[in-house]
């Protein structure tokens, strides 16, 4: 479900330090266990914390080869701090002493500061995920400044993903929001912008500057969709491509039945905002096609030329030669 936040919602998450000596490695294949007197770390975070190690991922079966690898994980943890970081009781992720936690309620006012406008914060519970938008004096209505916070954004951040910045539309005649991200308007700003990492990063004026600038193509880039058609054969090629991220068979199906000719970006683009407010949809999916909502609008091209070769070389997409 997904909320419009009067009050911003931040809870806290733990941080438990793994400690510097060797730990004890029982078993090994689907479920080994690394073990020290302290704390056991959860098996969901394996890959990840001997990442973070900068050990081989692969627990061996010969204890020898176990004994050498938990003589590395001391040796690497005694350079670095790592972390073992748990939402409430859920374990999030490891990170080391350079992450640094984003309270909502700091970026909020520091952004804030700076665009000189409080925003519309959507909260997608599934995730824990806060999407912030602030509201930008333009003659075109509707378009924000929008800030991601990624998964356990009410947590100041997972630890694995970075905070993203984007520009929203919220279109007032359906009530729908439409996101573009930062991959999709490289085409009007410096690709280098657009994220923030959990680490001493601090150049949230010179983003907002980029993005500033490129909501003044944004009315154009919406115009100028209107005219871009896609005939039946790339509709369905392009939902195909996008099964994996995000596009549910029923929404797919709903909008090649309305179309069977040729349609839009934009009218696709707006119908896919429509059907994706249905509640019994997962946020994850609503928040995955209103980025392809946004996508439609400022990459046809791309996403006309990556049609077009599956069209023309079908060989390549058949699920014999994607095993």
């Known amino acids: 479900m997904i909320e419009i936040l009067n009050n911003i919602i931040e809870k806290d998450a ?42 081989d991922c692969q627990i061996s079966d010969d204890y020898f ?25 859920k ?14 309620s700091e970026l909020i006012k520091e952004l804030s ?39 356990y954004g009410v947590y100041g951040g997972s630890g694995k993903q970075a905070i993203n910045y984007g520009i929203s539309w919220y279109n007032q005649t359906c009530s729908n929001w439409t996101i573009f991200l930062r991959q999709s308007l490289s085409e009007y700003i410096n690709e280098s912008y657009g994220r923030i990492l959990h680490i001493n990063d601090d150049k949230p004026k010179e983003t907002l500057k980029e993005l500033l600038y ?18 039946f054969s790339q509709l ?20 090649k039945k309305e179309h069977p000719k040729n349609t839009s970006a934009y009218d696709i683009s707006y119908r896919l905002t429509q059907l994706c407010q249905n509640p019994k949809l997962a946020d994850t999916t609503r928040g995955r096609i209103e980025y392809m909502a946004g996508e439609l609008i400022l990459s ?4 006309i030329t990556a049609t077009n070769f599956r069209l023309n070389n079908p060989e390549l997409y058949t699920k014999k030669s994607l095993n």
């Open 14 to 55: 733990n941080m438990i330090l793994v400690p510097k000596y060797e730990p004890t490695i029982i078993g090994y294949g689907d479920k080994p266990r690394i073990v020290y007197d302290e704390i056991v770390i959860p098996t969901s975070l394996h890959n990840q914390f001997l990442r973070k190690c900068n050990v």
């Open 65 to 89: 080869a176990r004994e050498e690898l938990s003589k590395k994980i001391a040796e690497a943890n005694n350079k670095k701090d790592i972390y073992l970081r748990y939402a409430e009781e």
């Open 91 to 104: 374990p999030l992720s490891v990170v080391t002493n350079k992450f640094i936690e984003k309270k909502p």
């Open 113 to 151: 500061g700076i665009l000189g406008s409080n925003p519309t914060i959507r909260y997608f519970m599934t995730n824990e995920n806060l999407q912030i938008n602030f509201p930008i004096d333009n003659k075109f209505k509707g378009l924000h400044i929008n800030v991601n916070t990624g998964n």
């Open 214 to 231: 490129a909501v003044n193509r944004i009315e154009e880039a919406i115009e100028l969709s209107k005219d871009k058609m896609f005939n």
């Open 236 to 255: 369905n090629e392009y939902f195909k491509m996008y099964e994996s991220k995000g596009m549910t068979k029923q929404i797919a199906e709903t909008i």
């Open 300 to 303: 046809y091209k791309n996403i």
